[in-house]
T-cell receptor, first 111, second 114 residues
């Protein structure tokens, strides 16, 4: 299956620390996206990285993509309690009509 | 800021009943999606829709499911005869146009089948 898989499944850190989450996938992609989901809510798009990009930044977020290893990482720097949420990677199926989500990393940032 | 809306936020129905979940995508978006998330599990793709027809569907999207864009603003998901295992959060998403890939999700409808 194409589905991305995140690790760790859960991560607990102190406010101010950095949080790193990883995503692995199985087949070729056009792009990879990261989403955040607060408990019981919808998904919020965070950042997209194209298959020909290796790194992308957006505010406190840094995403890397290694297509040779079929993996991506999301780094949240200087975490805040408000960053507490589940984070998912999503990959396309090569045609933008179908997207696969991983199981997510549940991040808990302790104040 | 434009957003995707979904109604109802919570639907309780009895097994075997039909339900219609409604979504209003962002107005100038062209691509529409339904996903579901069973409690504690991953978000699963159901179907994508473009130009008034289904672009792709998953194996979950069997004959019990259908989608429609009846009036140019609403995008609906119908489940004809609900089963207990259909209980989940259902998310609608929209994407602007060819060449943009970010999907914007609605807040979801929690469907409970009893």
């Amino acid at each position: 299956s194409q589905q991305g898989e995140e690790d760790p499944q859960a991560l607990s850190i102190q406010e101010g620390e950095n949080a790193t989450m990883n995503c692995s996938y199985k087949t070729s992609i056009n792009n990879l996206q990261w989403y955040r989901q607060n408990s019981g809510r919808g998904l919020v798009h965070l950042i997209l990285i194209r298959s020909n990009e290796r790194e992308k930044h957006s505010g406190r977020l840094r995403v890397t993509l290694d297509t040779s290893k079929k993996s991506s990482s999301l780094l949240i720097t200087a975490s805040r309690a408000a960053d507490t949420a589940s984070y998912f990677c999503a990959t396309d199926a090569g045609n933008f009509n179908k997207f696969y989500f991983g199981s997510g990393t549940k991040l808990n940032v302790k104040p | 800021e434009p957003e995707v809306t979904q109604t109802p936020s919570h639907q309780v129905t009895q097994m075997g009943q039909e339900v219609i979940l409604r979504c209003v995508p962002i107005s100038n978006h062209l691509y529409f999606y339904w996903y579901r998330q069973i409690l504690g599990q991953k978000v699963e793709f159901l179907v994508s829709f473009y130009n008034n027809e289904i672009s792709e569907k998953s194996e979950i999207f069997d004959d019990q499911f259908s989608v429609e864009r009846p009036d140019g603003s609403n995008f609906t998901l119908k489940i004809r005869s609900t089963k207990l295992e259909d209980s989940a959060m259902y998310f609608c998403a929209s994407r602007a146009n060819y060449g943009t890939y970010e999907q914007y999700f609605g807040p979801g409808t929690r469907l409970t089948v009893t």
